[in-house]
């Protein structure tokens, strides 16, 4: 196995393991590890607006990967912290 390969929680799609985010529960909570250096199982996720927006309205996305309850992150945090930005303001 050459590559290590993760699948994101919101879109399902399969990627190197370098190119997703890695998230830990801390407290039921997801957190995001940049350094994937954080203890405890990991979930990952795209760095796109469209997948931080999936698992913050799907807590059950981050559940099921967690293997245990774990609240919704909150989607304008996740988005700062991966350099997302996006302007839901249109009309
Ligand atoms: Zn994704």
């Known amino acids: 196995m050459p590559t290590s390969i993760r699948t994101c929680v919101a879109c399902r799609a ?3 393991k370098s190119e997703l985010v890695r998230m830990v529960a ?3 909570h997801a957190v995001i ?3 994937s250096s954080m203890k405890g199982r990991g979930a990952y996720i795209c760095r ?3 997948c931080v927006e999936v698992v913050a309205q799907n ?3 981050l559940s099921r990967a ?3 309850e774990t ?3 909150d989607a304008d ?3 700062k912290r991966l350099g997302l930005f996006k302007s839901s303001k249109q009309s």
């Open 26 to 28: 801390v407290e039921g």
């Open 71 to 73: 609240e919704a992150p």
């Open 77 to 79: 945090l996740f988005r």
């Open 66 to 68: 967690f293997r245990k």
């Open 48 to 50: 796109r607006a469209e």
């Open 33 to 35: 590890d940049e350094q």
């Open 59 to 61: 807590k059950g996305r």
């Open 14 to 16: 399969t990627r190197e």
